[in-house]
């Protein structure tokens, strides 16, 4: 552009003095509308960004907030001795019985081929017929008693409740017929069926029912796992870095050993997962699937980013701490580990929240080791087989059922809470405990 | 179990730290002199002495326990199961380890002589992992007392516990740091081996120049059709094709958002939007992989649709109409914004590092704000922001849950960003989550993949460091 500009103004300068003026004001008009646009460009790049974010959080949050509620259904339900055997508790079928009795409180008449009660099942839920099984078997004096049941309803009723089945459809492509609808609408002003927060997500496991399937089990399994790759790559991490930047001396072997670490941290994380395999799963023959070799692997793939935070904090702390430490007669150990570390450690602990909070979120290593499994319980120990949160996701996305999908934008928002609250317990600690030099 | 001796062992060091600690205050009071070293560092004398054998112990038994198990029990195969092919003598111990141990074993049911065999040894697994396990017990609890009470012995005034215990501490601090190392040996290992192993199967230039790829072997010599082709160009152009996409959509956003933040932005407006790109480098890829494959993909489908709507009876049109929800447009254009931030804080770096008096010199000219960017900062900072988006295209080569979820599965040699195409690390998740035995090519591929993008990425990021590193130095 200054190139133009000189030639501009050595075409101008023969002509008379006002013709310059002009050519110069024009120029300078051009030079600043070039201005305006550049700058134009950095606000339009920034607002895009800002709306990107904006959109997919707006699109998850809309999507995943009718999964905090529920409805569910409470009757109560006559255990009959006339359909329960007593002494072979499991073989009735407890769905029908409840079903029929529902029915027949609600004055919806049965027919002949039992299409009818087939039909009211599908928005009842499966777990009545297990949460009296249940009761039954805890307490076999129940038989013939009335107790009272409260349970999920169905997910396909849950979603018509919701309004997110609409009457507008055409019958046959929505999942509830218009008999269902009647029913459902006579269940809920009747009062059975009352909507309320969806406490069943935080206090269920995973299971293949939509209304039935929880974050415990995932929740869980991710607490686990981070315990792990925290309990590995703090101190490893730590060490590595005092090391490197307070013991080592300077020679090709660190060098080697910074240039590794860098590289490491660019490693994408697949290919951690498929050392998890190699390695802990098929030489080691650690367990599957379980929060153990997840850990680990995590804690692979987290141990470069808290090395370098770790460095640059320990880099900050002025060598004066540590000439004054030796100077009046500690060891250089001494002078490390009493002053210089101490120092160091909010912004350590800093760095590592935000990749511990980074691990959180992994989830293609996990894939590799095999967590990718339906598992119904809670995990025992940390070497069985469990979900962690970002996986559920995975899992739950794939799922068919549309009521799956409410549920995996849910998951999301409780992930990402869990990952913001980590990020703010990080930023508060800088805040709370910076100190400049 | 083992987790409950690890705590014991814990506790027991922590005791063993008091005991030291006092031990040696008391021994320095009574022979009324100053000890060589503080109490305190006698205390972690014999602490460290009655946990690390222990713990090592342990450890090992954690390693190689389940290894050493397999070893046994497989030492001598039952003549019933000798009888069986090879693959199914494999399955066979796997599902003696499921009943033994408590996993779920497979759906295959054993019976007459193979039942009997199977139950001999699953018994034999039991009894194994049992006396495996008491031993380790019993050796750790004999090495923690051992190595406690010798410590303990040797605690005088004299005694140069300081020293010892520095020692220790510059080998654990070593440790840590070989503890990289060994992460890249592992890896390099462990991707060399296997990838060995697939390329005695199938030859490396077979895998690298190929086009055809579809990974379904037969599972019996009689199934006709899928032989397997292990050609992965496809895979490499779908891959090169998604990334082209995400740095069309990462470089000039993060560019320009780097250069606004820096160069134009009040302090005021940089706290408030700093977090904001921080929270879009925060947010986890599955959840681009939800918002890729659930809003957006459905959302451009739509739109070309309506556009095909416009031109009906072209070809064009036609083919508007029939887009799907996987076009590799859909995860390009995700992957990019999720590169964003990563681009941006790179490059913002990068151009706070030109040094000031560049920008004066040239402003003090007569230069606009533009005219120094766009002719002193940018050519200056040109190499760290090459090295920076380098680093971005190797992320998104890496980058596997918005390609697993957002992408397509069938490998096709296309660059056109509305047909589906499938990408490397897509089909080393989808080689490896399926149901099949280890041995076979088909898994043994996705090691080799995985060989690659290590390959290419670390290239990627050597280069991307030595650009960097020497802008650096000019300006130092």
């Known amino acids: 552009m200054t190139d133009t500009v000189q030639s501009s103004l050595a075409e101008t300068r023969a002509p008379a003095k006002v013709d310059l003026k002009t050519a110069v004001a024009k120029r300078l008009k051009a030079r600043h509308a070039a201005e305006m646009r550049f700058r134009a460009y950095g606000v339009l790049a920034i607002c895009v960004a800002v709306l990107f974010l904006g959109i997919l959080l707006e699109r998850i949050v809309h999507q995943g907030y009718t999964a905090f509620v529920t409805h569910s259904i409470t009757t109560e339900v006559y255990l009959d001795p006339n359909r329960i055997d007593p002494t072979d508790i499991m073989g009735a079928n407890y769905d029908q019985m409840i079903t029929e009795q529902v029915m027949a409180k609600m004055g919806v008449a049965e027919d002949e081929y039992g299409t009818t009660s087939g039909e009211y099942k599908e928005i009842l839920s499966p777990d009545l017929g297990f949460k009296a099984l249940e009761a039954l078997r805890d307490d076999p004096k129940l038989l013939g008693k009335k107790i009272s049941l409260t349970s999920p309803i169905a997910a396909n009723a849950d979603l018509y409740y919701k309004g997110e089945i609409s009457r507008d459809i055409v019958e046959a492509d929505r999942n509830v017929s218009d008999q269902q609808m009647v029913w459902m609408d006579d269940l809920k002003t009747k009062g059975l069926v009352k909507g309320h927060f969806n406490t069943y997500l935080f206090t269920n496991t995973d299971s293949t029912q939509p209304e039935l399937a929880g974050l415990l089990g995932a929740i869980m399994g991710s607490a686990m796992m981070l315990l792990v790759t925290a309990a590995l790559a703090i101190p490893i991490g730590v060490g590595a870095a005092l090391f490197l930047e307070e013991f080592a001396p300077k020679n090709r072997w660190t060098a080697l050993i910074e240039v590794n670490i860098n590289n490491l941290a660019a490693v994408p994380s697949i290919v951690y997962g498929l050392l998890g395999l190699a390695v802990f799963i098929n030489w080691l023959g650690m367990p599957r699937s379980s929060p153990l070799v997840g850990g680990v692997v995590l804690a692979l793939m987290a141990l470069p980013t808290v090395i370098i935070a770790t460095r640059s904090s320990l880099r900050a702390v002025p060598p004066s701490i540590r000439e004054a430490a030796l100077g009046i007669g500690a060891s250089k150990t001494q002078a490390v580990f009493h002053h210089v570390l101490p120092l160091a450690m909010p912004g350590i602990m800093t760095g590592t929240i935000i990749s511990l909070a980074h691990a959180l979120g992994e989830t293609a290593p996990l894939l590799m080791i095999g967590m990718i499994s339906f598992v119904p319980g809670l995990p025992e120990s940390v070497t069985s087989a469990a979900s962690v949160l970002p996986v559920q996701i995975f899992i739950w996305e794939n799922a068919s059922e549309r009521a799956f999908h409410e549920r995996t934008a849910a998951a999301i928002i409780v992930l990402l809470v869990f990952m913001i609250v980590m990020n703010l317990a990080a930023i508060l600690l800088r805040r709370r405990f910076e100190r400049r030099w | ?476």
């Open chain 2, 1 to 476: 179990m083992t987790g409950y001796l690890f705590l014991a062992l814990i506790v027991f060091s922590v005791a063993s730290f008091m005991f030291g600690r006092s031990l040696a205050r008391r021994k320095a009071a009574a022979q009324g002199v100053r000890a060589h070293s503080l109490p305190a560092f006698s205390g972690w004398f014999v602490a460290i002495w009655s946990f690390i054998p222990a713990a090592v112990v342990l450890l090992v038994l954690v390693i190689f326990g389940a290894r050493l198990e397999n070893a046994i029990v497989q030492s001598d195969v039952p003549a019933a199961v000798q009888q069986l092919p090879e693959l199914n003598q494999g399955l066979f111990f796997q599902d003696v380890r499921a009943i033994a141990n408590g996993g779920t074993p497979s759906t295959t049911v054993y019976d007459g002589e193979l039942k009997a065999a199977f139950d001999h040894k699953v018994a034999q697994a039991r009894s194994v992992d049992s006396t495996i396990n008491l031993g380790a017990y019993v050796l750790t609890a004999v090495l923690a007392l051992a190595g406690g009470l010798l410590a303990y012995t040797r605690i005088s005034p004299q005694f140069r516990a300081r020293n010892s215990v520095e020692r220790w501490v510059s080998v654990f601090l070593v440790a840590c740091s070989v503890v990289a190392i060994l992460t890249t040996l592992g890896i390099i290992l462990s991707l060399l081996w296997e990838s060995l192993r697939f390329f005695q199967s199938v030859s490396p230039l077979d895998f690298l120049f190929g086009t055809h790829w579809s990974p379904q072997i037969a599972m019996r010599a009689d199934q006709v059709g899928s032989s397997g082709g292990f050609g992965a160009v496809p895979l490499f152009i779908g891959t090169f094709l998604i990334m082209l996409i995400a740095m069309c959509v990462a470089a000039p956003v993060g560019l320009f958002s780097a250069i606004y933040l820096s160069e134009y932005a009040t302090p005021f407006m940089r706290a408030w939007i700093k977090p904001v790109l921080e929270i879009l480098a925060g947010v986890p890829t599955v959840v681009y992989g939800f918002f890729a494959a659930l809003v957006v993909g459905p959302s451009f489908r739509e739109f070309f649709n309506w556009l095909g709507a416009f031109m009906p009876g072209t070809p064009m049109g036609e083919y508007l109409m029939n887009v799907q929800n996987q076009m590799a447009l859909v995860a390009g254009v995700v992957m990019g914004i999720m590169l964003i931030p990563f681009v941006s804080s790179l490059s913002d770096d990068i151009i706070n590092s030109v040094p000031q008096s560049l920008r004066d010199g040239s402003l003090a000219m007569g230069a606009t704000r533009s005219e120094t960017i766009k002719k002193v900062v940018l050519p200056a900072a040109l190499p760290g922001i090459s090295g920076a988006m380098l680093l971005a295209v190797s992320r998104a080569i890496g980058e596997t849950m918005i390609v697993t979820m957002a992408a397509g599965l069938q490998a096709k040699t296309t660059l056109n960003p509305l047909d589906t195409v499938t990408t490397v690390t897509v089909q080393i998740v989808t080689l490896l989550t399926g149901d099949q035995e280890f041995d076979s090519p088909k898994t043994l591929a996705a090691f080799g993949l995985g060989l690659t993008l290590f390959i290419v990425t670390l290239a990627l990021n050597l280069i991307a460091q030595r650009i960097v590193q020497k802008y650096q130095e000019q300006y130092d």
